[in-house]
C-alpha cells in the first residue's frame, strides 16, 4: 500500500468515527440529562517515530504526517436547558448534583442527571418505587441512606418534591402544614468528572469518589423540570456538514493514490 493511499484511508477511518459521534449526539437532542460527546483526534506519529528513531517536529524525512488517530471521545458535561413538565416526579438540577440509582440486576450504582422519574409497583410484593426513565423498572433511586426511594401509596395525588430533594405528601395533613416527609434524594457530587463513565445514554459509571451535598447546597433543584440535553442541534449539523466534506476529500484522495498507482504498474509492465 502507498504511503498517500494509507494516510488518506486512517483519516477517512477518523472522519467515519467523527460522524458517528455527531449522530449520536443528534440522535439524544430530546433525551433529558444526555451529555454530549466530542471526538478525540490526534496526529499520528510514524514509524520511525514509534521506534523512538526521530521525534515530531524534528522536520526531517522520518517527520511526514502518520495520518489521524482517533483516540476516543470525550464527554461535555455543560448543563442542558430547563424544561418545565409541571410532572410531580420530574425534578431537574442547575448546579453540580447528580443523582444516585442503582442497577437492580446487580447492585451495580450509577450517577445520571436525568431527573425524570416515574413509580414501579412489584407484581410480587406491590412495593412501588421511583425509578428512571432508562431501563425504567431496572434502575431505582436511591435515599440520603442508599435505599430505594419507596412510594407508600402511589395513588397519593399530593405527592412533590421540595427544591432539596425532600418527597413530600399532604395526604395525611388535611390542614396543609408542609405535609409529611417520605423520603430525601441522594445528592452527590462527585469529586472528579473525568473519572465518570458512560454506561447508555444517560447513566454514568462513578470509578472516583463523591461526597453528600449539605444542606444549603440542596436547594438548587427545580421540582416539575427537566434537564434536557446538552446538544445544540444547529452546532452538531454544523459539525456534520463539515465532517461529511471532509470524508469525501479523503475518500477522493484514496481514488487519486489508487489512480496514480494504477497508473505507474502499467508503465512499468509496458516497458
Not at 496514480?260 to 508503465?267: F, R
Request: include cysteine.
Amino acid at each position: 500500500m502507498s504511503y498517500g493511499l494509507y494516510v488518506s484511508a486512517e483519516g477517512a477511518h477518523a472522519q467515519e468515527y467523527r460522524m458517528r459521534t455527531i449522530a449520536n449526539n443528534i440522535a439524544n437532542v430530546e433525551t433529558p440529562g444526555f451529555k454530549r460527546e466530542l471526538a478525540l483526534q490526534m496526529a499520528r506519529a510514524t514509524e520511525r517515530q514509534d521506534l523512538l528513531d526521530d521525534y515530531m517536529g524534528s522536520g526531517s524525512y522520518n517527520d511526514l504526517s502518520g495520518g489521524c488517530l482517533t483516540i476516543g471521545t470525550h464527554t461535555a458535561f455543560n448543563n442542558g436547558t430547563i424544561k418545565q413538565t409541571n410532572q410531580p416526579f420530574d425534578i431537574a438540577v442547575e448546579g453540580n448534583a447528580w443523582f444516585r440509582v442503582r442497577d437492580k440486576s446487580n447492585g451495580e450504582e450509577f450517577l445520571t442527571r436525568a431527573g425524570n422519574f416515574g413509580i414501579h409497583v412489584d407484581r410480587d410484593g406491590g412495593q412501588a418505587t421511583l425509578v428512571t426513565e432508562q431501563g425504567q423498572s431496572r434502575f431505582v433511586v436511591l435515599t440520603t441512606e442508599g435505599e430505594p426511594l419507596v412510594i407508600p401509596d402511589p395513588n397519593d395525588v399530593t405527592i412533590h418534591f421540595t427544591d432539596d430533594g425532600r418527597l413530600m405528601s399532604e395526604g395525611n395533613d388535611p390542614a396543609g402544614q408542609g405535609g409529611m416527609e417520605l423520603a430525601s434524594l441522594a445528592l452527590v457530587e462527585p469529586d472528579n468528572l473525568r473519572a465518570l463513565v458512560k454506561v447508555g445514554e444517560t447513566m454514568f459509571r462513578n470509578e472516583a469518589g463523591f461526597r453528600d451535598l449539605t444542606q444549603i447546597e440542596r436547594q438548587q433543584l427545580r421540582p416539575g423540570h427537566i434537564e434536557m440535553s446538552n446538544t445544540s442541534p444547529a452546532f452538531e449539523i454544523s459539525e456534520m456538514i463539515v465532517t461529511q466534506r471532509t470524508l469525501e476529500a479523503n475518500v477522493k484522495m484514496m481514488h487519486v493514490q489508487d489512480e496514480a498507482s494504477g497508473g505507474l504498474i502499467s508503465k512499468v509492465l509496458s516497458v
